[in-house]
């Protein structure tokens, strides 16, 4: 898997409708596979931007949005959205979960979604139903909670059947929005450190937005945000505070 | 494409099921108005067919001129009273007028119990035809072919439990309990009709000659008869013969011509006071039954139409509240939309889920409003022939009612379609931001 590349910013330049100034512009920015990115920044430097960008919810104005060889931002609205649900899995910060699915079937769900994700295990001989039980029980979930629904798991259960959805099918690339920022401190070193375990398993590369740099230890590549986007490295951090879009 | 209808269906039904009670009341809404709007539908067709079928085969029915809608009502449908009657000359001139191929005389104005009671000819049985031109049949027994002899429609039977061979009192004027009952002439019961979803199955028929034999000494004939019959029934005791039992007058007459192109000259002979006639002077009038039922279609019209509109209304307004429903809970999905936004659901899939979950409702709401129709149905169809005699056959539905259900169906779509779009715009705007 190394050599390739799945993340790839070229030139990239992107406001928010109505807004003048970019949010955010990155000149050159790579991720190769199964390289794991730690983003931190304070708030307002453009993490949620970056996020959109990568998932393909927005296109920049100007510049090249590369995700595993295929240039998104040439899509359509509707090929980002098929492209997303085969290519990447997104985890955010809480309530990643459809309160009326039970565990199971919010594992599933991403199936439901995503040939691509189906023809991957499909290849690995796995049924949806056999991957989402594997990585549920890797992900240290109790099977008496399987079937239940998710409104009676611990915030730090529901972040782990979260990454298990993200990542069933194996897509190449993994997204996690601050997913440790409402766990506690016990909770959030399991949820790391299974996080990290799977990822490597599967061979997805994952990119880990926290404005807490604590966590930067557990990574073996750091993206300081501010640095990068030049749409905001000249702006001081608590001027825009708050102002993140 | 990767989303197939079957998910998409089964993820709507989880969402509702989850939300289970404040749709529930969502659908009852619909299911009610659902069942008023076919209860309406059904009465109303039913009532026309009822009426429509009640007299076919007779050409014209003739009486005392009152209007031709009131003389079809009391002569055949057993509503409302004759103002006056005939006289029995009158009838025997038009039954010997060439073109006429045979007319029924009908006596009407007692009662057995609350039932009408019919003085008529045996040739009743012949002539008489409803539905399909369709022939009376006997249940059990046969005609009357005797004074004091009488023969009931089915639900006389029913109602009252009579066999043939049973003994019954006549009463003169209606009610169930008439005060001048007939009871020094018992009739025996000879014959019961089978059910045939007319006015016949509620009444008692006679000869005329029966009827009038009760009479005799009854009412207000001339001096004269009362004497001479009461003389004659003092001296045979109560066995009075054919010939002086003569009719003076009944209520109306059935008419059937020879030839269908002859009806209007009959019709318009009749009703020029009798020309050509040798009774001059009796005014009559005669009427087609299906012209003074078309008569009558354009006078309930209008009420049909209003009960129709306003069942539409409570339907379209159980719609609009389910509508509000799933806007309402639109504000608390937010998070749920972008949940499937970032697996991967298109805005359109977001849409098409809304738009599934007021389709599955509006369904479940005609499901149910289906078989509160037909429980309805079930219940009240004994009472409403009670009362208007309307049978109200529990059978599935005719195709005016499958396309309103249609209608229904296809309106529920439109309906998610509000709710959908603004999903759409959404999951557009928010994207992946999850707001709390």
């Given at each position: ?56 919810v ?18 359509s609205a509707a090929?980002r959205d098929h492209?997303r ?161 | 494409?990767?989303l ?333 939309i972008a949940?499937l936004r970032a697996?991967g659901a298109r805005p359109m899939q977001v849409l098409l889920l809304l738009v ?64 959908g779009l603004r999903a759409y715009r959404i999951s557009l705007a928010e994207g992946l931001?999850?707001?709390?």
């Amino acid at each position: 898997m190394t050599g390739k590349v799945i993340i790839d910013l070229k030139q990239l330049s992107f406001a928010w409708p109505g807004q003048a100034k970019p949010a955010l512009s990155i000149d050159a920015f790579r991720l190769n596979a199964g390289e794991r990115l730690f983003v931190y920044g304070p708030s307002g430097c453009g993490k949620s931007t970056l996020l959109s960008l990568l998932a393909g919810v927005v296109v920049p104005q100007q510049g090249v949005v590369e995700i595993a060889g295929q240039r998104i931002e040439k899509l359509s609205a509707a090929k980002r959205d098929h492209f997303r649900a085969d290519h990447i899995g997104l985890v955010f910060q809480q309530f990643n979960l459809l309160p009326y699915l039970n565990v199971l079937d919010n594992v599933t769900l991403a199936c439901d979604f995503s040939h691509q994700r189906v023809t991957n295990l499909k290849q690995a001989q796995v049924s949806a139903l056999d991957e989402a039980k594997r990585l549920l029980s890797r992900l240290l979930l109790p099977e008496s909670l399987w079937t239940k629904s998710v409104m009676n798991l611990s915030i730090g259960q529901q972040q782990r059947v979260a990454v298990a959805r993200a990542l069933i099918g194996a897509p190449d690339l993994i997204i996690a929005d601050e997913p440790t920022s409402a766990l506690d401190r016990e909770s959030r070193d399991q949820f790391l450190q299974l996080l990290m375990a799977e990822t490597e398993q599967s061979g997805s590369s994952l990119v880990f937005v926290s404005h807490d740099d604590s966590l930067k230890s557990h990574f073996d590549r750091h993206l300081h945000l501010p640095t990068l986007n030049q749409a905001v490295s000249t702006v001081e951090p608590s001027a825009v505070e708050g102002a993140n879009p | 494409m990767s989303l197939n209808l079957k998910t998409l269906v089964r993820l709507s039904a989880r969402s509702l099921l989850n939300r289970r009670l404040t749709v529930f009341l969502s659908v009852l809404t619909i299911a009610f108005s659902v069942a008023l709007l076919l209860t309406v539908e059904r009465v109303r067709t039913e009532a026309r067919t009822s009426f429509n079928q009640t007299i076919s085969g007779t050409d014209l029915i003739v009486g005392a001129p009152s209007g031709d809608l009131q003389l079809l009502l009391y002569s055949v449908f057993q509503l409302g009273n004759a103002s006056a009657n005939m006289s029995w000359e009158a009838a025997q001139e038009i039954a010997a007028m060439p073109e006429v191929a045979w007319t029924l005389p009908l006596a009407l104005g007692d009662s057995h119990k609350g039932f009408r009671v019919m003085g008529t000819d045996a040739t009743y049985f012949d002539h008489y035809k409803y539905g399909r031109k369709q022939p009376l049949e006997f249940a059990s027994g046969k005609r009357f072919n005797q004074l004091y002899q009488a023969v009931i429609g089915a639900e006389v039977a029913q109602k009252l439990g009579y066999k043939v061979g049973d003994r019954m009192i006549i009463a003169h004027g209606m009610g169930k309990h008439s005060f001048k009952e007939h009871d020094d002439k018992p009739f025996t019961l000879v014959g019961i009709l089978e059910r045939t979803g007319t006015p016949v199955d509620r009444s008692v028929l006679a000869s005329l000659e029966s009827i009038e034999a009760i009479h005799v000494g009854w009412g207000k004939p001339a001096l004269g008869d009362i004497r001479t019959r009461f003389a004659e029934k003092q001296g045979k005791n109560t066995s009075l013969d054919r010939a002086q039992l003569q009719p003076k007058a009944i209520t109306a007459l059935l008419v059937g011509v020879k030839k269908k192109t002859q009806l209007f000259k009959v019709q318009r002979r009749i009703n020029e006071g009798g020309q050509g006639l040798k009774v001059i002077g009796e005014p009559l009038q005669a009427v087609m039954p299906a012209v003074a039922l078309q008569q009558l279609w354009k006078l309930v019209g209008v009420a049909e139409n209003a009960l129709l509109v306003v069942a539409g209304f409570v339907v379209i307004s159980g719609l609009v509240g389910l509508m509000s429903v799933i806007l309402t809970g639109l504000n608390e999905r937010r998070r749920e939309i972008a949940i499937l936004r970032a697996i991967g659901a298109r805005p359109m899939q977001v849409l098409l889920l809304l738009v599934a979950e007021a389709f599955i409702l509006t369904l479940l709401g005609l499901l149910i409003g289906a078989g509160v129709f037909y429980l309805l149905l079930l219940i009240a169809a004994p009472a409403i022939y009670d009362i208007w005699g309307i049978w109200l056959p529990v059978s599935g539905f005719s195709l005016t009612e499958l396309k309103l259900l249609c209608v229904i169906a296809v309106a529920g779509l439109l309906v998610g379609l509000w709710p959908g779009l603004r999903a759409y715009r959404i999951s557009l705007a928010e994207g992946l931001s999850v707001r709390l």
